[in-house]
């Protein structure tokens, strides 16, 4: 085939659905991906490195909160998705999307292993004709100066002979109205030829894709996005804080403020930041732009505010537990949820965890409930989930963390002596045991 008409045979390709789709990383992130690709009649194969993980998905099981088995299970009967941890299958495939992870080191330093490894793998069997995105969240650059290099090493032409763009994940775990297919997708390619072919591998399975000039400004979309999140939430963080020196309900002021029909979006505060990508990407732009000499200075600050809520949140119950005449060395806290936001089953960077680790420093005997998480370790200490039912009977103080819709809050305030709610998930109700954030 002649070098200047890959893109027309992938495009062809593509239009007929008879594309072979690769999803590198099968989390959060790629799982859904990868069965939104099967549902819209793409033959897709995904690839991971934990083979439990891609067995679980053989067998039809899905490990993902957000795609029932019922989903996943037709579509591995039809033979539309199978999962692998053999990379050589890459040779096979038209398209790769990679998600895998994009941690930061304890520097905060953006940790590129993961990416890097997956991009070996897809450089050493990089044919012509092959549609490559990067979907993990990264530093602006990344796609361009990180990735293509590596892919470079193959001796193919991007533009030409093969196809990069960078399309930010935007998906929300837990959220029922807002999923995978009907997120707006943003992609930039290296090329123009790029960016058309990406466009067009979204548009059979997505509802709207919206396209941008580069791969820097498609990967600083994303930044800008949960950098905004990250600045409002340290922001209403500061603000309970000023409220709580002056015996103000935050959260009354803020579903005050939220009445006005423009110019406001409410944000809320909380136990601290959590999860895989607010408390971490912010980071990411901090860290690149330091190289240039500039200081993110909102990220830096929002970054201390959101850190410090953990310490005030344990103050907060140290001090309610002094109020009732209890020191919190020795007293049993109940925590109830863990995972770091509500109906979703994911830890990682929960402040519970933080919580629970000043808490314990503190003296304090802790239990907790979560009906998405079975266990957890913090320090030494291994927890097993109890229920709700007795414990938060037996406890000196309850504090909810994490506002899962599984409480019956009405049964916890029935039954609790004294509660830290640092979500307002006792919202409506009236009593001088509920101490809010
Ligand atoms: N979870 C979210 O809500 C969310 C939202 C938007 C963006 N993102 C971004 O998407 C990316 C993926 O996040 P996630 O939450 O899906 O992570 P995850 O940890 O749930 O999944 C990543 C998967 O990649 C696999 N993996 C690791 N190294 C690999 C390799 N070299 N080759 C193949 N597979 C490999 C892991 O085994 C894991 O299954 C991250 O950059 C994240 O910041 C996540």
Not at 13 to 41: I, S, T
Not at 68 to 95: C, G, H, I, N, Y
Not at 117 to 128: E, V
């Amino acid at each position: 085939m002649k070098t200047d008409t890959w893109d027309v045979a992938l495009e062809e390709k593509l239009r007929g659905h008879r594309a072979r789709a690769g999803v590198v990383g099968l989390g959060y992130v790629g799982l859904p991906l990868a069965v939104q690709f099967a549902q819209a009649g793409f033959e897709v194969t995904g690839i991971d490195v934990d083979e439990d993980k891609a067995a679980q998905v053989n067998a039809g099981d899905s490990y993902v909160l957000d795609v029932p088995r019922e989903k996943l299970m037709p579509l591995v009967q039809a033979r539309r998705l199978r999962a692998t941890t053999d990379f050589s299958v890459l040779r096979e495939l038209d398209t790769v999307n990679i998600c895998v992870p994009t941690p930061l080191r304890k520097t905060k330093d953006p940790d590129m292993s993961f990416i890097d490894a997956a991009c070996r793998q897809i450089a050493t069997y990089l044919h012509p004709g092959m549609l490559i995105i990067l979907e993990s969240t990264t530093y602006p650059g990344t796609t361009e100066e990180f990735v293509l290099p590596v892919l470079e090493k193959s001796g193919l032409r991007v533009g030409e002979e093969f196809f990069l763009c960078f399309s930010p994940e935007r998906v929300d775990p837990g959220n029922v109205q807002y999923h995978t297919g009907n997120i707006p997708k943003v992609v930039g390619g290296v090329t123009a030829d790029c960016t058309r072919l990406g466009a067009l591998l979204y548009q059979q399975a997505l509802a709207h894709v919206v396209t941008v000039s580069s791969t820097r400004v498609a990967e600083m979309v994303k930044l800008l996005e949960n950098t905004f999140r990250m600045i409002n939430i340290g922001l209403v963080n500061e603000l309970a804080l000023m409220c709580d020196h002056m015996g103000i309900d935050v959260w009354e002021v803020i579903d005050a403020a939220a009445t006005k029909p423009f110019g406001f979006m409410p944000f809320y505060p909380g136990p601290g930041l959590g999860g895989h990508c607010i408390p971490v990407d912010p980071f990411y732009l901090s860290w690149k732009t330091r190289q240039a000499g500039i200081e993110a200075r909102f990220i830096e600050l929002a970054g201390y505010i959101n850190g410090q809520m953990p310490h005030h949140v344990a103050d907060k119950v140290q001090n309610a537990l002094n109020e009732h005449g209890k020191p919190l060395k020795g007293s049993h806290v109940h925590i109830l949820g863990v995972a770091y936001k509500r109906d979703i089953d994911d830890l990682r960077e929960s402040p519970a965890l933080d919580v629970m680790h000043l808490l314990k420093r503190r003296g304090a005997r802790l239990t907790y409930s979560d009906p998405f998480i079975p266990r957890v370790q913090v320090d030494n200490l291994d927890l097993s989930a109890v229920a709700p039912e007795g414990a938060t009977a037996a406890a000196d103080c309850v504090l909810i963390i994490t506002d899962h819709s599984a409480f019956d809050y009405a049964r916890v305030l029935e039954q609790a002596r004294l509660i830290v709610d640092t979500r307002n998930a006792l919202k409506g109700f009236s009593s001088e045991k509920i101490v809010k954030l």
